[in-house]
């Protein structure tokens, strides 16, 4: 590597190299990365019950301030990404037999690399809870129970009001500049507007359900609740959403989506390393460069649950339980990342003249990456705001999911045994997995985000822990020997010994979960893959149906030595 590239990363260590597939990483973000945290948190909670005649009242508050003060990277040395693109046959038609990304790796031909500097942010938060619950017994044979919880998170804010946001209809000043007229730049915080974010002040989620005795052993039961997910969940507190505080600069690997290598191993950032700008440039501020785009108008999303129950007891000490459960997830946090500066499908059908290069308006505007270039694809500057490249929204409430089942539960006991039997016939389905599926995984195995954020529709699918069927066995037995029982009743002092004894047991047979499948490079040419600050990648690529089953027949051991028919990426 050139020596000015040492000398310009913001820590000195050992910079890592990441390979698709199998292939074991050198170094990783524990050598090329840092975390700096040091949180405090503050809270005072109260609560009172009421009881008068037949309601008993419950009201309490919830009062929060956490502050979060921290640095973050994974690449304050570069972070280098090989596939096998760069070494296949034909790099748009890839498989496993053409090319290896250790091939790639010794070419010095990357699929990404970036590093990065950030500075240490003072972010703070606060939290405000109220609720209030009646368990009122309105008749002998009938409870309800009726409640209301009010909250309000607080935006987040930063202690030098190093905040920013993203404002799709401002007018760039460099529009006549480059002679288009740009929309989309950055705003930031003041002693006035403090927050990213405008606070939600309609946060109540309703509490209600209720018990009635229909017979002398039957008992029905209801409920519905909705719940608001937590800011911890939804938003990301550190230097990711302040990105002109936190700048990563991008290698420029390929300008044809890998088609031909452009920088390389030996000097991978000709250009230099960029400092984060601060909010000096005004709304000029990371043109060219990727960014997360806060947005004023975010939510936080809530899940709307409720379940609906019948039990009846049997005889002596026998009860069988039938149950409905179902949940609604609304807003939910979008994965890890989904981009918004996307093509419009509409352009889809121009093809590979996207990626026909043209001449560069940007040029001599912008100082690094893909757009400082003399000509840039075409594509590009058809994105909603080609002033940009990444634009994208960690957490967005886009989410959406449901879930719905039947289970049955039936317990005898005997005496201090007892014998119980649960079974769950279930669905649940979504268009996304989780807010940090990069350590979970997520249906696809990696961080991916939406293939088409124009299109959310094709992500909906069973969710990745969607489990069909389940049945649980247990039982608890009282062991017939020792003071009391059947058996060794009269061993004096060893009674102690012998009694008491118990044997448990748990047998649980469930369906399989659902298999995801990905691939590591995106091929679609829509500009949906997300570069973030800390320069890892979702590629969003899925295989398409090709109009077969995909369900196999005969046992399980054959199915898996089975191969699949071949897909395509999409």
Same mark, same amino acid.
């Given at each position: ?339 918004? !500066?996307?093509?419009? @499908?509409?352009? &889809? ?5 996207? %990626?026909? /290069? *043209?001449? =560069?308006?940007? +040029? ?90 124009? !299109?959310?529709?094709? @992500?909906?699918? &069973? ?5 069909? %069927?389940? /049945? *649980?066995? =247990?039982?608890? +037995? ?93």
């Amino acid at each position: 590597f050139p020596a000015a590239l040492a000398n310009a990363t913001q820590i000195k260590a050992f910079p890592a190299f990441n390979f698709s597939g199998a292939l074991v990483a050198v170094g990783s973000s524990a050598s090329s990365g840092m975390t700096l945290l040091d949180l405090n948190s503050w809270g005072d909670r109260a609560s009172m019950t009421w009881v008068k005649g037949s309601h008993s009242m419950k009201f309490g508050a919830d009062y929060r301030i956490q502050q979060l003060n921290q640095m973050q990277q994974n690449s304050f040395e570069p972070a280098f990404q090989f596939s096998n693109q760069m070494s296949a046959v034909n790099p748009l038609s890839l498989n496993a037999n053409s090319g290896t990304p250790y091939a790639s790796f010794l070419l010095g031909y990357m699929a990404s690399a970036s590093v990065a500097k950030t500075q240490r942010l003072a972010n703070q938060r606060k939290y405000l809870g109220l609720f209030f619950q009646d368990d009122w017994k309105a008749t002998r044979r009938l409870t309800l129970n009726l409640g209301m919880d009010y909250s309000l998170e607080f935006p987040i804010t930063e202690r030098h009001n190093r905040k920013m946001w993203f404002d799709t209809a401002a007018a760039l000043p460099i529009s006549q500049q480059v002679g288009l007229n740009l929309r989309g730049g950055f705003l930031f915080a003041d002693n006035s507007t403090r927050s990213p974010y405008n606070l939600a002040k309609k946060q109540f989620g309703p509490r209600v359900g209720f018990a009635y005795q229909l017979f002398s052993h039957t008992v029905v039961r209801s409920g519905y609740g909705m719940f608001f997910i937590p800011a911890a969940t939804t938003e990301v507190t550190g230097d990711v959403r302040a990105p002109a505080w936190a700048l990563s600069t991008q290698a420029i690997a390929s300008l044809d989506n890998g088609i031909t290598p452009y920088s390389t191993l030996d000097n991978p950032f000709p250009q230099g390393i960029l400092d984060p700008p601060g909010s000096a440039a005004g709304l000029n501020t990371l043109v060219g460069q990727n960014a997360a785009a806060n947005q004023r108008d975010f939510r936080a999303g809530y899940m709307q649950q409720w379940n609906f129950d019948i039990q009846h007891e049997f005889g002596r000490e026998m009860v069988l339980e039938a149950l409905y459960a179902g949940s609604v997830g609304t807003g939910l946090p979008a994965n890890w990342a989904s981009q918004m !500066n996307q093509l419009s @499908d509409s352009y &889809l059908t121009q093809g590979a003249s996207l %990626q026909m /290069l *043209v001449p =560069n308006p940007f +040029l001599g505007v912008v100082a690094s990456g893909v757009l400082s270039l003399p000509t840039i694809q075409r594509g590009q500057l058809l994105r909603p705001y080609p002033q940009f490249q990444t634009l994208y929204v960690e957490g967005q409430p886009l989410g959406h999911s449901n879930y719905h089942s039947f289970q049955m539960q039936f317990n005898k006991r005997f005496g201090s045994s007892i014998i119980g039997m649960a079974y769950t016939i279930s669905k649940a389905m979504g268009n996304t997995e989780s807010r940090t599926d990069w350590l979970e995984g997520g249906a696809q195995g990696t961080s991916m985000g939406f293939m088409n954020p124009n !299109n959310r529709r094709l @992500d909906r699918s &069973l969710a990745v822990a969607d489990v069909p %069927q389940r /049945l *649980v066995v =247990n039982f608890t +037995l009282e062991a017939p020997f020792g003071k009391g029982r059947r058996f060794l009743n009269s061993l004096g002092p060893l009674d102690r010994v012998v009694s008491g004894w118990q044997i448990t047991g748990l047998y649980t047979l469930q369906s399989g979960t659902p298999v995801g499948v990905m691939t590591p490079t995106n091929l679609t040419g829509t500009y949906n893959a997300v570069t973030d600050v800390y320069g890892s990648y979702s590629h969003n690529s899925r295989p398409n149906n090709n109009g077969q089953s995909a369900k196999l027949s005969g046992d399980p051991k054959s199915r898996r030595l089975r191969s699949t028919n071949p897909v395509h990426a999409a």
